[in-house]
């Protein structure tokens, strides 16, 4: 039995899903898929190990995960009690919508690494010792700490004497300038240190229970790996996980069938899509730092566009017979069918009277969700939740239990739904797919009532619905697309409906009712597309013959974000910036400022000093043999009288290194001195 087994492990919104991979010889040996919890990850997670060959479980010597709970704990507004001290800043020079969160320290620097005011440690060593009863996390940022951090270390020295929590550093989270940038990241960072820290204990605690006791690599947004201990208290840096580890997937599967070329990652999930573009093998990154939600932070992450479009996204018809898809995410009635068996006597009830049901709802039900409350719900929402407590129930059934009138029904559905109390579940694009064979995962029989109950509702046939739904997911699908190709090279105008430009070649060459007597449009795009997720295969190759191209759908195109993240590498980057004033260079790093007479002296200095950085960041990360790399950029500027002015120079550290393993087991035999041998990648 090979001792090089990776598990991989993707909790994602829909499926949390598993994989076993011999790293060394890059052979897929268990795959497994279970629904996510999200109330709990760690049990969705016990539940896809249950589906793995535990045979294989001894020789595990990694775990990868990958984890949508950064995302979606900044995205949902989760607060903890945290503490951030602002050194330098003014009340304008962060988020408005932290204040409750900071408090303004005086001190900081200017551009040049000068101090600008001394630390104030009196106040700070006050203001800790006033408020760090109760405090989870602390996160200190000074102004232009990436030119000068030692206020920010003397700080978070200060504060880990008094309260032996944790803290972070701005400038240990990014090394680019914008400061207002990098305290909504360092505070957005504490936020999720509580956070993380219960997730990993739980999880840790579900391998115990399994006796896999491999070291624990967690996704980057960038898509590199990060050891349990380092991202314990650098969480943001999680953002993006999922997706990342689904680009990293897809070229690993890519690399099984040759050479890893340009391509564009289509990850279609449950409840999002997301696409990202592979250049020479390499995904492309944000340069600007991920976004998630109304937050723009300084962390690097693979450049990804989502869309709310998946397998479990909402299909419904307004009054025209508009067919809208998404971005509301429910459970498929496939699924709830194959759960609750005895909603299909329901179904056929609703079809002999749909016609006397809204139009919008006709075939839907709902079900309990979360903590049932007692006492605390007006007389209507408890008479609909005593109903749901006895299994799903369908409007119909809801509204003859409360005697209320089903808009009245609807409505308070809607504020318990928004409270999380009661999930709906309705036609979905799974439901479309098992309707006509691809799918058979769940329940046939209940997809087709509910399509047969919605079209006799809206006079419409079943082929005619399926033709709709195609044409809506290509075009969303196939309008992203062209986004991201095409926003390399060109700046395009966007709204909340998306880019004008890509919308109007799209619907002029796809579109009867819009397309141009005179013009001829065609898309021919150069990239083929990689298909990931589940329903990929369904979707993407009509959307690939739109676009002109092909797509590919690799055979564990379904587990592929497990896949990747188990099969990544441990990357850090690190910089520092040499600066003339008046007549000396200035160093600076991540450590603090040197000052050099000749530029050589500083250049040959910062690589020595970089080199170190990064090698020491790279194995606290978790890296084994690490590989460095170093990047130099001078920057030249001209005078009036022609004369060339040296302006600075930036010295860019790579480190890259495959994650150390556990070491194996006793019982395995090697010979003296043997290593185990690195992942081949």
């Given at each position: ?10 909790v994602?919104?829909t499926?949390t899903?598993?994989v076993?991979?011999?790293l060394?010889?890059?052979?897929i040996?268990s ?22 060959e535990k ?6 010597a ?9 995302t979606?704990?900044?995205?949902e ?8 001290l ?10 408005h ?8 320290i005086r ?9 600008r005011?001394?630390?104030d440690?009196e106040?700070?060593?006050?203001i ?22 030692d ?11 008094m ?7 701005g ?7 914008d ?7 360092t505070?957005?960072n504490?936020?999720?240190?509580p ?6 204990d ?7 229970r ?8 967690i ?25 990342a580890?689904?680009?990293?997937g ?14 564009v990652?289509v990850d ?12 020479n093998?390499?995904?492309?990154l ?9 937050w ?12 709310g ?24 009635m496939?699924?709830?069918?194959a759960?609750?068996?005895e909603?299909e ?6 079809r002999?009277?749909c016609?006397?049901l ?13 903590k049932?409350?007692?006492g ?16 799903p129930?369908?409007?119909?059934q809801l509204?003859?239990?409360?005697d ?20 709906h ?11 006509n ?16 109950i919605l ?16 044409e809506?997911?290509?075009?969303k699908i196939?309008?992203?697309i062209l ?7 060109v ?19 796809f579109?009867p009712?819009?397309r ?33 191209t092909?797509?590919?759908v ?6 592929a974000?497990?896949?990747?993240a ?12 040499i600066?003339p004033?008046?007549?000396?260079f200035r ?10 007479a000749?530029?050589?002296e ?19 990360a ?15 500027a ?6 060339s002015?040296?302006m ?12 150390r393993f ?15 041998p690195?992942?081949?990648?």
């Open positions: 039995m090979s001792d090089t087994i990776g598990l991989g492990i993707d994602g919104g499926n899903d598993s076993l991979i011999d060394e010889n890059k052979k040996l795959f497994a898929k279970a629904s996510t919890t999200r109330a709990d990850l760690a049990l969705g997670i016990a539940e896809s190990l249950r589906g793995l045979r294989h479980f001894p020789g595990i990694l775990i990868g995960l990958s984890t949508t709970l950064a979606n704990a900044i995205v507004g989760a607060r903890r009690r945290v503490l951030g602002l050194i330098g800043y003014g009340p304008d020079d962060f988020p919508a932290l204040r409750e969160d900071a408090v303004l001190g900081g620097h200017d551009v040049r690494g000068e101090e005011e001394p630390l440690t106040t700070l060593r006050e800790v010792e006033r408020k760090k009863d109760g405090i989870e996390a602390y996160a200190v940022c000074g102004y232009f700490s990436v030119r000068n951090p206020h920010e270390l003397r700080a978070a020295e200060i504060i880990r004497q309260t032996g929590g944790p803290v972070v550093c400038h240990e989270l990014s090394p680019r300038l400061a207002v940038k990098r305290a909504a990241t505070i957005l504490a936020h999720l240190i956070v993380i820290h219960h997730l990993i739980s999880v840790k605690r579900v391998f115990l399994n006796r896999i006791t491999a070291p624990l690599m996704v980057r947004g960038d898509g590199s790996l990060m050891g349990a201990p380092a991202i314990m208290n650098r969480p943001i840096e999680t953002i993006l996980s999922g997706p580890a689904s680009v990293i897809a070229r690993f599967l890519l690399g099984q069938e040759g050479a890893v070329e340009d391509a990652i279609i999930g449950g409840t999002t899509t997301d696409m990202a573009l592979l250049r093998g390499h995904p492309c944000n340069l600007e730092g991920a976004r998630i939600g109304s723009q932070t300084n962390v690097q992450a693979i450049d990804i566009r989502t869309i479009l998946g397998g479990d996204s909402q299909v419904s018809l307004d009054y025209d017979g508009n067919l809208r898809v998404g971005p509301k995410r429910i459970v498929p496939a699924f709830l069918g759960e609750h068996p909603i006597a329901e179904l056929e009830r609703i002999g009277r016609d006397h809204p139009l919008h709802s006709a075939p839907d039900f709902w079900v309990a969700w979360g049932n409350p007692e605390h719900e007006e007389k209507t929402g408890r008479r609909i939740l005593d109903s749901l407590g006895k299994g129930r369908s409007l119909l509204s003859e239990a409360s209320l009138g089903m808009t009245d029904v609807q409505r308070e559905l809607a504020r318990l739904e928004k409270k999380g109390l009661v999930q579940c309705g036609i979905t694009p799974t439901d479309f797919l098992h309707a064979g691809t799918f058979a995962a769940w329940n046939r029989g209940t997809s087709l009532l509910a399509l047969q079209c006799n509702r809206h006079r419409i046939s079943l082929p005619a619905l399926r033709e709709k739904l195609s809506a997911m290509e075009r196939g309008l992203q986004d991201l190709v095409l926003a390399e090279q700046h395009l105008h966007r709204d909340q409906a998306g880019c004008d430009v890509c919308s109007l070649f799209w619907d002029h060459c579109s009712e819009k141009s007597d005179h013009v001829r449009f065609q898309i021919s795009l150069k990239n083929r597309l990689v298909g990931i997720g589940a329903p990929a295969y369904a979707f993407l190759p009509p959307v690939a013959q739109k676009l002109g092909s797509a590919v690799p055979f564990h195109a379904g587990v974000n497990a896949i990747g188990i099969t990544g590498a441990v990357a850090m980057t690190d910089e520092a910036l600066r004033v008046q007549g000396r160093l600076h790093s991540s450590i603090g400022v040197e000052v050099f000749g530029l050589e500083a250049t040959v200095r910062g690589r020595d000093l970089l080199a170190k950085i990064i090698r020491e960041k790279a194995r606290a978790g890296a084994g043999d690490v590989e460095v790399t170093l990047e130099e950029k001078e920057h030249w001209t005078s009036r009288g022609g004369e002015l040296f600075e120079k930036r010295l860019i550290a790579r480190a890259v290194g495959s994650p556990a070491p194996p087991r006793s019982g395995s035999i090697r010979r003296l001195g043997e290593s185990v690195p992942p081949r990648r």
